[in-house]
C-alpha cells in the first residue's frame, strides 16, 4: 500500500541531545514536509522540500536541520539548539506541480518528549 | 508567514444540525485552497482542493465555496454526524501549504 510513514510514533530524549525523526514516502511524491504541532496551535512549518538534494527553510526552522537525500526519505533533525523541543511532528508529502501543490498526504506523527 | 484565520475556533453542534466555518486568507497571488479533516488520532485527510474562483465542492454532506477575489472560503456541513466531529483544517497553497489553526467540531448525539 502507498503511504508516509513516520517513526516512532513517540520519542523521549533527553535535554541537550540531538534526535532524529524519520519520514519516509512511496507514493512518488516530489514535495515533502515538516510540520510541528502544540496544543491551542497550528500546523507551523518547519522545512520542506520540492526535489533531491534541495530543501527551503520555513517558518520556524531554527534549532533544526533536514536533508533529502533521497526521494522517498526527509528526515528531520531536532538539535539541542532547538530551545523547546517537546511537541508533536507531522511529515507530509504531495506532488508539486508548477507552482502549487496536490493534496497532501500526511503520516502519523512523532510525539516528541524532551525531559 | 501568512495570516490564514479561521473562525470559529471551536463549535459544538447537535446531530442533525447543519453547520458552516470560514477560513480567511490573503487574496493575492493565490493557486489553490485546501481543506482537510483531522480526526482524534488519525493524520489529516484531504477534503477538497478548489483552484477557481467561484469553484464549488462538494462530497456527501460537506460541501465547500470558493472566493478567491475577496480571500474566504466556506465549508459547509449538511446534517452533522458525530462521526464529523473532528478539526477542519484550511491551506491556501502556493509553493508551500500554509495552514490555519483549524475549527474543532464536536457533533453531540
Known amino acids: 500500500d502507498g503511504g508516509i510513514t513516520q517513526s516512532p510514533k513517540y520519542l523521549f530524549r533527553k535535554e541537550g541531545q540531538n534526535v532524529t525523526l524519520s519520514c519516509e514516502q512511496n507514493l512518488n511524491h516530489d514535495a515533502m514536509y515538516w510540520y510541528r504541532q502544540d496544543p491551542g496551535q497550528g500546523l507551523r512549518l518547519i522545512y520542506y522540500s520540492q526535489i533531491v538534494n534541495d530543501f527551503q527553510k520555513g517558518d520556524i526552522a531554527e534549532g533544526y536541520s533536514v536533508s533529502r537525500e533521497k526521494k522517498e526519505s526527509f528526515p528531520l533533525t531536532v538539535t539541542s539548539a532547538q530551545k523547546n523541543p517537546t511537541a508533536f511532528y507531522l511529515c507530509a508529502s504531495s506532488i508539486f506541480r508548477g507552482r502549487t501543490n496536490t493534496e497532501a498526504f500526511f503520516g502519523q506523527g512523532t510525539r516528541l518528549t524532551v525531559v | ?109
Open chain 2, 1 to 109: 508567514i501568512l495570516n490564514v484565520e479561521q473562525s470559529p475556533q471551536s463549535l459544538h453542534v447537535q446531530e442533525g444540525d447543519s453547520t458552516n466555518f470560514t477560513c480567511s486568507f490573503p487574496s493575492s497571488n493565490f493557486y489553490a485552497l485546501h481543506w482537510y479533516r483531522w480526526e482524534t488520532a488519525k493524520s489529516p485527510e484531504a477534503l477538497f482542493v478548489m483552484t477557481l474562483n467561484g469553484d464549488e465542492k462538494k462530497k456527501g454532506r460537506i460541501s465547500a465555496t470558493l472566493n478567491t477575489k475577496e480571500g474566504y472560503s466556506y465549508l459547509y456541513i449538511k446534517g452533522s454526524q458525530p462521526e464529523d466531529s473532528a478539526t477542519y483544517l484550511c491551506a491556501p497553497s502556493w509553493n508551500q501549504f500554509y495552514f490555519g489553526t483549524g475549527t474543532s467540531l464536536t457533533v453531540i448525539p
